[in-house]
């Protein structure tokens, strides 16, 4: 019977090995708690045995590992990437466990949307994001874009109504102003760009000028329409900051490339996942209390793809292993349940995180429960450093910001996007325009829609 739990093994029975790819040993902390986790769940369920089996979610690497037998039974990985992953039969649909364990029913409605199929459910929800706006708090009340007061900064009016820049007018003027005010070598706006995820900002960005889907259906076939007014007008502004020298051109960035830059006061805006903010913080520490993140800026409401990661479970475990690895995330804090075991190991885990130095910013939940929330809520407040102090206008209005994302080649278009908004940051005046983007919608259609 499905979900039973034998008391114990009898003599000589033979465990059910849990290979487990979560990264775990950045601290001494993180590795004696997964040590202590690994021990009293075993003791727990003497059936099972955890073999730590490292597996950092890749797409070119999945297939080879599925088909050597060497993919974890449990790992982590990006959502809609497990997605495909289940389309094509390397991991499990995973929505009998989630509706045997009581999961489904609490699950937040938009994750779970984006995480089902007609092949089923892809994964456990784990983690959820979307994109925003990094400020430099200090360099943009030198240049007179916010107030400075005794205690801290001015980012509200009476009414509540934000005094930062919110829209990309308002970003391009507070440049300007940096520019001038606080001398060479100094970005207004430092633009990321390097990877996909630098790609996913800009398409972000495109979202917020006004431009709708991309991935379009036309006569029952689906193309990649770059033509729309918004999406010129993101790669115009983009290009422009680059003319008008707002902002530095000579290299790539990536989140801790530009914390270092804002920690050395060289910069006063930029663009990050929310899920790189921590890593940002904990690189440099001195920026603590002097970020704001806040919603990207846009002309009307502003929006954010969705993205999140899952656990996932190997269409290579048998159901025995599959049952115990939803038993090993219920025992970790990982899932719904909000008993004092449940909140026990996610208090665990919360110190395990923090050893790291990790700033602990406000939670994205991804189950609806209202006493699993209750008991959430108490933990991170506990825990919180205040290096969030300026974050709140992000994460207080999320889930009405999130949007879905394009249906089909997610990473293929942020690898696309990276690339063009590169072009319009380091070939600012030679780059055509129209003939960029007709090119790239031609390549791209015929080489991941057209199938």
Avoid at 55 to 61: A, E, G, L, N, Q
Avoid at 111 to 124: K, R
Avoid at 441 to 450: D, R
Wanted: aromatic share 12%; glycine share 10%; net charge negative.
């Amino acid at each position: 019977m499905l979900f039973s739990v034998p008391s114990a093994c009898g003599p000589g029975s033979e465990k059910i090995k849990i290979s487990v790819g979560f990264r775990y040993g950045a601290s001494e902390q993180e590795r004696q708690y997964y040590s202590e986790c690994k021990a009293e769940f075993e003791r727990r369920y003497p059936q099972y045995e955890l073999v730590s089996s490292p597996y950092v979610y890749d797409s070119r690497t999945i297939v080879s590992k599925y088909a050597s037998g060497q993919l974890p039974v449990l790992f982590e990985a990006d959502a809609a990437e497990a997605l495909r992953a289940l389309a094509n039969g390397y991991v499990r649909d995973v929505s009998g466990y989630m509706d045997g364990f009581g999961w489904t029913e609490k699950a937040d409605g938009f994750f779970l949307s984006e995480i089902t199929s007609a092949y089923g459910v892809c994964g456990v929800p784990a983690q959820q994001y979307a994109a925003g706006m990094v400020l430099n708090l200090p360099l943009l009340a030198r240049a007179g874009v916010i107030e400075e007061e005794a205690g801290g900064y001015v980012l509200y009016d009476d009414d509540g109504v934000p005094l930062w820049p919110d829209t990309f007018d308002e970003v391009e003027a507070a440049a300007a102003k940096v520019a001038e005010t606080c001398g060479e070598g100094v970005s207004g706006v430092l633009l990321p760009s390097g990877d996909g995820e630098c790609g996913g900002l800009y398409l972000d960005m495109a979202y917020n000028f006004g431009c709708g889907a991309l991935e379009r259906q036309q006569d029952g076939v689906y193309r990649l329409d770059l033509g729309s007014e918004g999406f010129g007008d993101a790669m115009r502004w983009v290009r422009r900051l680059a003319q008008e020298r707002y902002t530095d051109d000579s290299k790539s960035y990536g989140a801790e490339e530009w914390a270092a830059e804002m920690a050395a006061g060289r910069a006063a805006v930029t663009f990050c996942n929310s899920d790189d903010l921590a890593a940002a913080l904990a690189a440099e520490p001195s920026l603590r209390g002097s970020l704001a993140f806040v919603p990207m800026p846009s002309s009307d409401e502003s929006c954010s793809a969705w993205r999140g990661t899952v656990y996932a479970v190997s269409a290579l475990a048998g159901d025995a292993q599959a049952e115990g690895a939803f038993r090993f995330l219920q025992f970790i804090g990982c899932g719904p349940d909000s008993d004092d075991a449940a909140l026990s190991a996610t208090e665990r885990r919360l110190q395990a995180y923090i050893s790291q130095g990790m700033p602990l910013l406000p939670c994205l939940p991804v189950w609806e429960d209202e006493d699993y929330l209750a008991g959430i809520s108490g933990l991170y407040e506990r825990y919180s450093d205040g290096g969030a102090l300026y974050c709140d206008a992000f994460y207080r209005g999320f889930a009405q910001r999130r949007r879905h994302g394009e249906p089909f080649a997610r990473r293929e278009l942020c690898e696309l996007m990276d690339e063009l908004f590169s072009r319009m940051i380091f070939d600012a005046t030679t780059s055509n325009i129209v003939t960029l983007l007709e090119e790239s919608e031609t390549a791209f259609t015929e080489k991941y829609l057209n199938r």
